[in-house]
């Protein structure tokens, strides 16, 4: 029987109300790359959600949406200091590395949070002609490991960021989900932290495609047009990621989702609580969970439910929820789970 994997929120479904957005705006003609009316009235909705004074640049997906960041933020003789499992140091195949041509300067972090004690380590060889010179600290909300940063700890670190000179970038693909465990707005969680640019994720939270790249003011943002389309995310139809936004932004369909994919994975975290061969690693505040397995559970779990390994060397696996997982879906996977225990007992 088919059921619904635990590998990516990505692989979801778009969500109905967004589906509808689509058939929506396809119709007639309207002016391309993003001089539309229907681009124009989302970008006011951003606005009414992250405040007046931001900018707002729609891209095609999470990789570009960091990338359009970090290089309008930096020279190429810049680094970016970030955790060591970032997405844009693991899954990015060094896209930033090869379009923004600064160096990314890793800390390793067991929970995927930065802490400026952590970020220290790499603040050295300013003015100094043969060391990258730091210029962003990047930090993931929710983590790469589904840990989520509470307010407080950004507006430590983007204080620290700008008290040297440095800029902060979020890495939201996962914001709503950040923001739905935490119960604040999301204006609380980015700019009003202290947040200089976000890539505010769409895909994983029920969008077709596209993602936005949100600048905290005008003076940031003044040569974005212009890297955004050497970085080929210019999208000549915007009204087609535009619409999708907004209808995510309307009404709280984002919370909504965000709230159904978080509320699964703690169940989910509850439902393994019971089954001793299991180990969660790692705190679940969002929508993902990381746990320790048999060697011998992986395979036949993963012929009823597609998911991917962690970490190969300790048989740690990474199982996400989605906007669409329903209770029906945890229990089934539960099931699995105890009768290939119960057949290699």
């Not at 933020?73 to 200091?81: E, K, P």
């Not at 990314?104 to 067991?110: A, D, G, K, N, R």
């Not at 970038?169 to 119960?183: I, K, T, V």
């Not at 005008?218 to 040569?223: D, S």
Request: charged residues 20%; hydrophobic residues 45%.
């Amino acid at each position: 029987m088919y059921h619904k994997g635990f590998a990516s929120d990505n692989n979801a479904g778009v969500h109905p109300a967004v589906m509808q957005a689509l058939s929506g705006v396809n119709k007639g003609h309207a002016v391309g790359y993003g001089e539309d009316t229907i681009t124009a009235s989302a970008i006011e909705l951003f606005k009414e959600v992250l405040g007046d004074s931001v900018e707002v640049f729609f891209v095609y997906n999470g990789t570009g949406a960091n990338v359009l960041a970090l290089q309008a933020l930096t020279q190429s003789y810049n680094a970016v200091i970030c955790s060591d499992v970032a997405h844009i140091h693991v899954d990015e195949c060094g896209a930033p590395e090869k379009l923004s041509g600064c160096k990314l300067l890793t800390v390793h972090s067991p929970n995927g949070k930065l802490t400026v004690d952590l970020i220290k380590q790499h603040m050295h060889g300013f003015g100094f002609e043969h060391h990258a010179q730091p210029k962003v600290i990047s930090i993931t909300q929710a983590t790469e490991l589904g840990t989520v940063y509470s307010i407080e700890e950004i507006k430590t670190i983007a204080e620290f960021a700008h008290e040297n000179g440095l800029y902060l970038h979020m890495d939201g693909a996962r914001l709503a989900n950040a923001a739905a465990s935490l119960q604040c707005s999301l204006k609380e969680l980015t700019f009003d932290a202290g947040v200089d640019v976000l890539s505010f994720g769409g895909t994983k939270n029920g969008l077709m495609f596209g993602e936005a790249v949100v600048f905290a003011n005008r003076q940031l943002a003044e040569n974005v047009k212009y890297v955004r389309k050497q970085s080929a995310q210019l999208h000549s139809k915007m009204r087609f990621i535009a619409a999708q936004f907004k209808a995510l932004l309307s009404n709280g369909l984002w919370l909504d989702n965000a709230r159904q994919a978080n509320q699964m994975a703690i169940l989910l975290a509850d439902r393994l609580k019971a089954i001793p061969q299991v180990e969660v690693t790692q705190k679940v505040d969002s929508n993902g969970i990381f746990a320790i397995v048999p060697e011998w559970l992986i395979e036949p779990l993963q012929k009823s439910f597609f998911f991917y390994v962690w970490d190969e060397s300790r048989d740690e696996v990474r199982w996400m929820t989605s906007f669409d997982t329903v209770p029906e879906d945890i229990d089934a996977f539960i099931e699995r789970i105890k009768e290939i225990i119960a057949q290699n007992k």
